[in-house]
C-alpha cells in the first residue's frame, strides 16, 4: 500500500507506487534495487487527476503559452494542472502559492515533461499496452476501487478512460527514461552511509526518523449528507474506543478497515516520516511506540494510527521476510509484454491445476540468474525489491501464486514460500540504510539530470497562462 491510496480522490497519485523508481544493478538480475527516486516522481506526478473548474476572466479559446523544441505547451494544459496541484494540497492541509506563481512553477514543470518525453522517443522508448493495463488496474486498487469504479470517478470529473491512460503511458514513459539516464550515475560507498549516520544522530530533521504506522481508515462519500458523516466519525470513534481498551489492533483493523492494507493487519511499513502525508506527521509528531491518533479528517474520511515501530537510524530492528522465487521473462522484438504476459499466465494454470512445479517451469523458461535456483530468490526485507515485484508479493500468502506482474525488467510470475518475522543483524541494517542514503543521491542525481535536459531543451515562451 501506498499513502496514495488514502483518498480515493485523489488517484492519479497511485502512480507513485507503480513509478518509483529504483537504481539497476541485481543479485537476481535487476530484481534488487540499489534506491529509489520516489519522491522526486511524485513531484513530477502532482498528485491527482482532475478538470478545470471554471474560471472567469480567462480566454474562451486555448492559446499556446510555450513551444519546447517543436511542441507546444497550451494554456488548458498549464490550468489543468494547476487545478490538480491545487486540490492535492488542498487534500493535504497545505498551502498554495500565489495564482501567478503557481503558474509560473506548473509551466516549467510542463515544459520539463515534454522534454523528456521528447528525449524518450527520441531513443525509442515504448511503453506496451499491457503495461498500461496493470498500471491502471494497480492505480484502482490502491485506491480501493475497482477499475471500473475508478473510470467511472473520473469520468464525472470529465476525464476519460482514454486520456487517463495516456497520463499513464506518458508517466510509465519518463519512468523508464529516468532508469536508463539516471540509475546508473549513483553509486554509495561505505563512507556515505557513515555519514548518514553521524548526520541523523544530530537531526531532528523527520528524514531522521523512519515511522511504522497502522492504519484504520473508515471512507466517507463525496458529498455526504451531514448524517452520514456523523454516522462514520461515530464509526471511527468505536474502533478507538476498542482499541484504547486493549483489543488487539489487527482484529480492529479487519472488523472497521476499508484500507487495502486492512489485509495485512493495518500496517503501512517503515518508511522515512517525511513519506508520509502531512497530516499524519502533524499528528504523530513525538509520539512513542505505541501510541494511538486520532480520528483525522481528510478527504477521503477518517483515519486512526497507531505507532507500530520508529527508529531514528530509518532502520527497524525487527522486520517482515518473504522467501520467494520468480519466473522472468524479458520482452523483445518476438515477445512484447503482453505475449509474455499471457504465457506466464499459462505457467501460473499449470501450477495451480497441479501439472507443473513453478521451481521445475522457472529453470526451464526463467531469463533471471535465479533460474538455475528454480527461480528462488532467498530470504529477503522490505525495500529488497522494485517496487511494483515488493507490492505483488505481499499480496501474496505462502503457496500463493501472483498474477504476471511488469517491472522495468521485464514480466515476472511470482511465487511466496513463506514469510517471517526476523531481527536484522547489524550488517543487515546498514545495508537496509545502504538503500535509504542511495535514494537520497538518486534524489539529487534526478534533479541535475533535469536540470539538464532542460538546459538542452529550446522553450520559447508566448503569452503568459492565463
Same mark, same amino acid.
Given at each position: ?53 471554471? +474560471? =472567469?476572466? $480567462? !480566454?474562451?479559446?486555448?492559446?499556446? @503559452? /510555450?513551444?519546447?523544441? #517543436? %511542441?507546444?505547451?497550451? +494554456? =488548458?494544459? $498549464? !490550468?489543468?494542472?494547476?487545478?490538480? @496541484? /491545487?486540490?492535492?494540497? #488542498? %487534500? ?375
Amino acid at each position: 500500500m501506498r499513502l496514495s491510496s488514502l483518498n480515493p480522490r485523489t488517484l492519479a497519485m497511485g502512480l507513485v507506487c507503480l513509478a518509483t523508481l529504483a537504481a539497476g544493478g541485481a543479485q537476481a538480475q535487476g530484481l534488487r534495487p540499489s534506491g529509489g527516486t520516489g519522491a522526486s516522481l511524485s513531484k513530477a506526478l502532482d498528485s491527482s487527476v482532475r478538470a478545470v473548474p471554471g +474560471n =472567469t476572466g $480567462v !480566454r474562451s479559446a486555448d492559446y499556446i @503559452v /510555450a513551444v519546447v523544441n #517543436s %511542441e507546444p505547451v497550451t +494554456n =488548458t494544459e $498549464v !490550468r489543468n494542472r494547476m487545478a490538480r @496541484v /491545487a486540490q492535492s494540497v #488542498s %487534500e493535504q492541509g497545505g498551502k498554495l502559492p500565489p495564482e501567478d506563481v503557481l503558474a509560473r512553477e506548473v509551466l516549467e514543470r510542463l515544459i520539463v515533461e515534454k522534454a523528456q518525453l521528447q528525449s524518450a522517443r527520441e531513443q525509442g522508448l515504448k511503453v506496451d499496452d499491457y503495461a498500461v493495463e496493470q498500471a491502471a488496474q494497480n492505480v484502482a486498487r490502491q485506491n480501493g476501487l475497482s477499475l471500473e469504479q475508478m473510470l467511472a470517478r473520473l469520468a464525472s470529473d470529465g476525464i476519460s478512460a482514454t486520456r487517463f491512460r495516456e497520463e499513464l503511458r506518458s508517466q510509465l514513459l519518463l519512468q523508464r527514461l529516468r532508469e536508463r539516464e539516471v540509475d546508473g550515475r549513483v553509486r554509495v560507498s561505505e563512507l556515505d552511509i557513515d555519514q548518514y549516520i553521524k548526520e541523523q544522530r544530530s537531526s531532528g530533521d523527520l528524514s531522521a526518523t523512519a515511522l511504522n504506522l497502522g492504519h484504520v481508515f473508515i471512507p466517507v462519500p463525496e458529498n455526504a449528507a451531514p448524517a452520514v458523516v456523523a454516522e462514520r466519525e461515530a464509526r471511527a470513534n468505536e474502533a478507538l474506543g476498542k482499541l484504547r481498551a486493549g483489543q488487539d489492533f489487527a482484529a480492529v483493523v479487519r472488523e472497521y478497515s476499508e484500507a487495502p492494507e486492512a489485509r495485512e493487519g493495518g500496517a503501512l511499513g517503515m518508511r522515512p516520516a517525511d513519506r508520509y502525508p502531512e497530516l499524519f506527521m502533524r499528528a504523530v509528531g513525538g509520539s512513542p511506540k505505541g501510541a494511538l491518533i486520532g480520528p483525522l479528517r481528510s478527504g477521503a474520511g477518517f483515519h486512526l494510527l497507531k505507532v507500530l515501530d520508529r527508529s531514528q537510524q530509518g532502520v527497524p530492528a525487527v522486520v517482515t521476510q518473504n522467501h520467494a522465487r520468480h519466473i522472468l521473462l524479458r520482452p523483445s522484438e518476438q515477445l512484447n509484454e503482453r505475449q509474455a504476459a499471457e504465457r506466464l499466465a499459462d505457467y501460473r494454470r499449470r501450477v495451480q491445476a497441479g501439472q507443473a512445479r513453478f521451481e521445475d517451469l522457472a529453470r526451464d523458461h526463467s531469463q533471471d540468474g535465479s533460474a538455475k535456483q528454480g527461480g528462488d530468490l532467498g530470504w529477503a526485507g522490505p525495500g529488497a525489491y522494485v517496487p511494483e515485484f515488493e507490492e505483488a508479493l505481499n499480496q501474496l500468502q505462502p503457496g500463493e501464486v501472483s498474477a504476471p506482474v511488469v517491472s522495468r525488467f521485464g514480466v515476472h510470475l511470482i511465487q511466496l514460500i513463506e514469510r517471517r518475522q526476523a531481527t536484522l543483524t547489524p550488517r543487515e541494517q546498514r545495508d537496509m540504510l545502504r538503500n535509504v542514503v542511495r535514494e537520497q543521491k538518486l534524489e539529487k542525481a534526478y534533479s541535475t539530470w533535469v536540470q539538464e535536459v532542460r538546459g538542452r531543451a529550446y522553450v520559447e515562451y508566448r503569452d503568459p497562462p492565463q
